[in-house]
């Protein structure tokens, strides 16, 4: 029997736009499975080792809920947290949590703030937020059945730019995604994946939700071939919906 | 006045286009003559009533505590309650000369708008219900929404103000005034069982950053809190439910008391959440001076408005329409619907049209889990609105078993259905965001009469 654990990073902090829906459709799909699925919550003061955990989320939240956050994530969390991404843990970083991750932020007054430093991207705040419906195109989930679409929500004043070394999660087809510029969204190294995308993003993306629980069984299990694949036609239905009304 | 006269042209106008012109006027006089809204304001008494939930509810207990005095007054239409429609109530009470005989105003204002509508209007008494995430794609964040209210209250001089003392966000702004200030809240004796803290939009001290402490939770974010660093806690409520004698489907009995006295009432509107309401309601009277007795008759006697718990009487069985605008009042619709006695049939009929905010991602923090809960006392879920499919997808995630789950996105479709599928007697509960709540009483209207709202 599989079982796996899910690490939810300030799940009382980090819990602004419905982000907390990622981790209830990875356990949700485990489960129907029957793969026995452990959450445990994680916030300021409590010990993070990585090791104890198999996926690890981390949400968006408020400028007010991040600054109280930012100490114990960058001092206390920094080097367990860079540990897990290093060693192949499927990590997914929603919106406030995919800035942590970078180098920093530069705020609108000009003065720059040391993030984690896991990822080689960084952050400019912008005047405007960039809000709307948002579908990108993922090459690492296209396949003879799935044209790669995921669809979600974005809401960010921030503009993410990525190093050269550091692959996109996908090519915008509606939305702005990291910068309204560049016409990527998200990011992806090893096995973390960032996105601006709320939604929340895993429920009506089964197939990308899916792409992550197999990565963290591939990763603790060496028996591990495939999952069962699952009735995902009131997810699938939602999804083809919801694009056919962004992209009219 | 031209402006006045313009406005009242663009009235009729809408009248005979159809259409609710409850901005429009009001943004037309506004061209013409900008201070329009001070000018015809400043004859009133002027009582205002904000926050995120309850404002409606409020507004409209409040209404009959006015009427069961005796009082003569103006008041707006709920979704009247932007700049435009604020407004708008004042072209149409006054004459073209812009007086009005009566001289008090009732006024529901959006929490966003208060800022703006203070630089024109001089209000007596402030009523502030509470605060909660809640279309976080037009409001920005919480604390933003706090402090424009708290900048509009720093503008006037005479305003008394009636807040939350169980919602920390709310009663920090006690301190933005040096004049009379009164506290509702819900004591510890009054509640069974301390609502789970599920999701709290404010659980960092204001002042000092540090995570609060609750001797107890009521709801939400909403109970005794306590910063165990700056000493910020709860203000001891003037007005506060002591006891819940009787929560049903319809109403709400209660102990409660003002100061040192206590006093027995009925609140003929269901919904835990709705005794806050009436707890403001309670207290605003209080600062008017009125006898207690009035202000409990006309909670005995009161009428909700529109879409808050109102009830549709169909041959032999109810349709119930209760307005959900964010995650906080769903999950107190959710508590509601478990004091069903028969089995439970409910629609939900989610939009995401600017008024009922454009990103659904908020249904993830709708706690639907507890449909589940319900197992064979939940008979049927439809998922419909623009959104139906969304809807459908938190559904099956909460746990709610697919067979139960039908997505019907054709109004019509689903009263039918619905109402079949109902035993004699039971109720067909209809919860819909705002623009939703619109579009299916339009047709509950056509169906089986109605009246229309800004009429």
Known sequence: ?248 | MLSVIAGKLAIIACKILKRSGTNMPGNVAAKIDKQVLKKLSEPFYIIMITGTNGKTTTTGMVSQILNENGVDFITNKSGANLFGGVTSLFISSVNVFGKCKKNTALIEVDEATIDRVTNYIEPDILVVTNFFRDQLDRYGELYSTLNKVRSGILKTKKIKLVLNSDDSLCASLGDATQNEVLYFGVEKTAIENTDENNISDASFCIHCKTKYEYSYFVLGHLGDFKCPKCGYSRPTPNVKCTDVLELTTTNSRIQFSIDDNSFEANINVAGFYNIYNALAAIACAKILDYPVEKSISALNNFQNSFGRMENIVVGNKNIRLILAKNPTGFNQILNYLFTEQRSVHVAFLINDRVQDGTDVSWLWDVDFEKLAQMDGHLSQVYASGIRAEDMAVRLKYAGVGTEKIITEKVYNQLISTGLDSLDTGNTLYIVPTYTAMLDIRQLLKEKFGLKDFWV
Not at chain 1, 21 to 33: D, F, S, T, Y
Not at chain 1, 83 to 93: D, P
Not at chain 1, 217 to 224: I, P
Request: aromatic share 10%.
């Open chain 1, 1 to 248: 029997m599989y079982e796996l654990n899910i690490c939810h990073l300030y799940p009382d902090l980090l819990n602004l736009y419905g982000d907390r829906g990622n981790v209830i459709a990875l356990k949700k799909r485990c489960e129907w499975r029957d793969i026995a699925v452990n959450v445990i919550n994680i916030s300021c003061g409590d010990v993070f080792d990585h090791t104890k955990y198999d996926m690890i989320f981390i949400g968006g939240g408020q400028d007010y809920e991040q600054e109280i956050l930012e100490a114990d994530l960058l001092e206390d969390k920094a080097d367990e947290l860079k540990k897990a991404i290093e060693n192949n843990k499927a990590v997914l970083a929603i919106c406030g949590g995919y800035q942590l991750l970078g180098k920093y932020y530069k705020t609108g007054d000009g003065k720059t703030i040391e993030y984690l430093g896991a990822l080689d991207l960084w952050t400019i705040a912008g005047n405007d937020r960039l809000i709307g419906n948002l579908v990108f195109e993922c090459d690492f989930l296209k396949s003879d059945s799935f044209d790669g679409r995921v669809v979600g929500f974005e809401n960010h004043s921030g503009k993410t730019y990525l190093g050269e070394g550091l692959k996109p999660m996908g090519k915008v087809i509606s939305g702005y995604g990291n910068n309204a510029q560049d016409g990527f969204e998200g990011a992806v190294y090893k096995n973390t994946f960032c996105s601006y995308s709320h939604g929340s993003l895993l429920p009506k993306n089964p197939v990308l939700a899916d792409y992550l629980i197999s990565l963290a069984l591939k990763e603790k299990y060496s028996d591990f071939t495939s999952l069962l694949t699952l009735d995902d036609n009131i997810e699938l239905l939602c999804h083809d919906t919801v694009i056919k009304k962004i992209i009219k």
